[in-house]
């Protein structure tokens, strides 16, 4: 059998098992044991264990579950309310200021806790109903939330980052710094659009509040002309329980750029100071209060790591039977414009994402795509925060939009295509971001490159 054709069977069999509805890691694993078994020699089938250990004995993936207590620490706690009350008390008076806010506090708490769907749980719980009352419509506010809420993959400490890195063999602090500036970028984009849209959004509320204030009717923005202003003592009283936070997340940046620490060592730094801070902030020590934190830790650690294991095990089986690499020439020879094949390759990651989380496309693809963008000149840091920016949009759009659902069980009213609608700006905007980044590569790779150096 050609390797072409072992290359097919091998995707098509990967297409059919995941649709049949088997767990990712389970379809992955299956998949990869099934073709072991056909083409490769029968004592292939004794190194799985030896291979799927050697694979996930990196110093590097350890920070992935101590990343992860770090942000269900914080998830977990009042931290997400305390920050967004903090934003809306000082900007809540701007015009557009509650959608900034929102922004703002997505970003940061996305960068502390490193999780999308926390940050989206967190800070759309109580920003979506303040939004709504003020004169955003559900669909709006849904979608600043949604879209804020990726922002968990692109500014560091970013897991997803964490397995380009792996896959990729690139330097996590240089990704890591690179992701600051593009992460910046989205966030001044989403903020602009919020005051923009915030002007048309609030004459449409305003008009409707009059006209049901007239006929003698409640509107849903009752609180649409709510006249309080917060005095600077109200909002100072509000820093003390956020500050200790944003000092955690300076802190943890400090210790990995400053070189004092490597990122497995930084992770258990943050996530040792996050239960540190929880227990001094909000009392939360005692062992029953932890145990959903480290429940949770247990449960989505050892999630992500099986499919990292079995991903990294289908990757191998890949490069065993030289389909990743017949694929890599495949591509190369077809002598592609540089930024046609770039356009191709994102093309392909887009569609991934209709059906894949970030952590699968990555592993999956990786072996295929970046040996002929490093061919054609791409710099392979610069590409893995495209490519995030990318499954970010996976995040938000259908079918699986993995945010979207997570708005729906937090604000359950809100039908589900206004959701879409609310976010489909956010896509257009991270198409913008793409852009500007092919357009000015230095937006991603000026940070790194001037506090490490040139790339070697």
């Known amino acids: 059998m050609s390797e072409l054709a072992i290359g097919v069977s091998y995707g098509v069999a990967t297409l059919l098992v995941m649709f049949s509805g088997m767990p990712i890691a389970f379809a992955l694993g299956a998949v990869a044991v099934g073709f072991m078994i056909f083409f490769m020699p029968a004592s292939a089938l004794d190194t799985v264990t030896q291979n799927v250990y050697e694979e996930m004995a990196s110093i590097t993936l350890l920070s992935i579950p101590l990343f992860i207590l770090k942000g269900a620490a914080i998830g977990k706690s009042p931290a997400g309310k305390d920050l967004y009350s903090a934003m809306h008390a000082w900007m809540g008076r701007i015009p557009g200021g509650l959608g900034i806010a929102n922004v703002f506090a997505c970003a940061l708490f996305a960068a502390m806790s490193g999780s999308s769907p926390a940050t989206c749980s967190a800070i759309g719980s109580a920003g979506i109903p303040e939004m709504r009352m003020r004169g955003y419509s559900p669909?709006?506010?849904?979608?600043i939330i949604a879209a804020g809420g990726t922002l968990g993959i692109l500014l560091p400490p970013s897991i997803t980052m964490i397995l380009y890195a792996v896959a990729a063999e690139q330097s996590l602090g240089r990704l890591f710094l690179a992701g600051i500036g593009p992460g910046?970028?989205?966030v001044a984009l989403f903020a602009s659009y919020a005051v923009y849209r915030?002007?048309?959004?609030y004459r449409v509320a305003l008009k409707a509040y009059?006209?049901?204030?007239?006929?003698?009717?409640?509107?849903?923005?009752?609180a649409l002309l709510d006249t309080h202003v917060y005095t600077m003592s109200e909002r100072v009283e509000m820093l003390p329980r956020v500050l200790p936070f944003i000092v955690l997340l300076i802190g943890v940046m400090v210790a990995l750029y400053g070189g004092f620490a490597t990122p497995s060592e930084t992770a258990g730094l943050g996530g040792v100071l996050a239960l540190v801070l929880i227990a001094v902030v909000y009392a939360?020590?005692?062992?029953?209060?932890?145990?959903?934190i480290l429940s949770s830790t247990i449960r989505e650690s050892t999630m992500l790591m099986f499919i990292i294991g079995m991903s990294l095990l289908y990757s191998y089986v890949m490069s065993s039977l030289h389909?990743?690499?017949?694929?890599?020439?495949?591509?190369?020879?077809?002598?592609?414009?540089?930024?046609?094949?770039?356009?191709?390759?994102?093309?392909?990651?887009?569609?991934?994402?209709?059906?894949l989380p970030?952590?699968?496309?990555?592993?999956?693809?990786?072996?295929?795509?970046?040996?002929?963008?490093?061919?054609?000149?791409f710099d392979l840091i610069w590409f893995g925060v495209v490519m995030t920016i990318v499954m970010e949009m996976?995040?938000?759009?259908?079918?699986?939009?993995l945010n979207l659902f997570v708005i729906r069980n937090i604000a359950p009213d809100i039908p589900l295509g206004d959701v879409i609608k609310g976010v489909l700006p956010f896509v257009g905007l991270m198409f913008l971001a793409i852009f500007l980044l092919c357009v000015m590569p230095g937006i991603a790779t000026g940070l790194p490159d001037l506090i490490m150096g040139g790339p070697k």
């Open 139 to 143: 669909g709006f506010a849904a979608g």
């Open 184 to 186: 910046v970028l989205l």
């Open 198 to 201: 915030y002007r048309k959004e």
């Open 210 to 222: 009059e006209g049901g204030s007239k006929a003698g009717t409640a509107f849903e923005s009752s």
């Open 284 to 292: 939360i020590w005692r062992p029953k209060q932890l145990q959903p």
């Open 323 to 355: 389909i990743s690499q017949g694929a890599a020439e495949a591509v190369v020879a077809m002598h592609l414009q540089k930024w046609v094949l770039l356009a191709a390759i994102l093309g392909m990651v887009i569609v991934l994402g209709f059906f």
């Open 358 to 377: 970030p952590v699968s496309i990555i592993l999956m693809t990786a072996p295929i795509i970046l040996p002929p963008l490093k061919a054609a000149g």
């Open 394 to 401: 996976g995040l938000i759009h259908p079918p699986v939009g």
